[in-house]
């Protein structure tokens, strides 16, 4: 059974992106950027170890990789944000992430089981939420959609769960 038009247009109240695709909100973009700060550290680890290697100025050294691996960092997270797309059409829930290795995740309609919304601290700060809709399979069988505006995310819980109802009734 698929869901009614007017159901689907009720879960996806902006104006699409492109061919339908939602954005996230525009204040979810610090917590991406601070998911991808560990990456700083990845920089500059190595920084450290050159510098106790080739007994190189280690405050310097290890001062300028932090501060390369903060502004690659901040454009990871600014990208990740800006390429994080979600779509609710007939056929289930699509999600898009990325550009230079794009990874589109197609949830269909009669494979979800259950649905949670999730928020942080932080999330529920900037009124977010995490959508999760775990389907049929294994256990690691579920499907995350971080930083969706909070009023978004219960909306689409709301009309995945209805589509759980009318497949227990048939």
């Known amino acids: ?3 009614p038009s007017d159901a689907i247009d009720a879960a996806a109240p902006r104006a699409p992106a492109d061919g339908g695709w939602q954005m996230l909100p525009a204040r979810a973009r610090p917590l991406f950027v601070l998911g991808a700060l560990p990456l700083a ?9 050159l510098s106790a290697l080739f007994d190189l100025p280690r405050l310097l050294l290890v001062g300028l990789a932090l501060l390369a691996g903060l502004a690659f960092a901040v454009g990871f997270g600014l990208r990740s944000h800006r390429y ?22 197609r949830v269909p309609l009669n494979r979800v089981q259950h649905l949670d919304l999730k928020q942080g601290p932080l999330q529920r700060a900037r009124d977010l939420a995490t959508l999760v809709v775990y389907t049929a399979g ?3 069988s579920a499907v ?24 227990d009734d048939a």
């Open 1 to 3: 059974m698929s869901l």
């Open 41 to 49: 550290l990845a920089v500059a680890a190595p920084a450290f170890a």
């Open 138 to 140: 294994t256990r690691h």
């Open 84 to 105: 994080a797309r979600w779509r609710l059409d007939a056929q289930g829930l699509a999600i898009r992430r990325g550009r230079s290795w794009l990874r589109e995740t």
């Open 144 to 167: 995350h959609l971080p930083n969706l505006d909070a009023e978004d995310a219960r909306r689409l819980r709301d009309v995945l769960g209805e589509q759980i109802d009318h497949d």
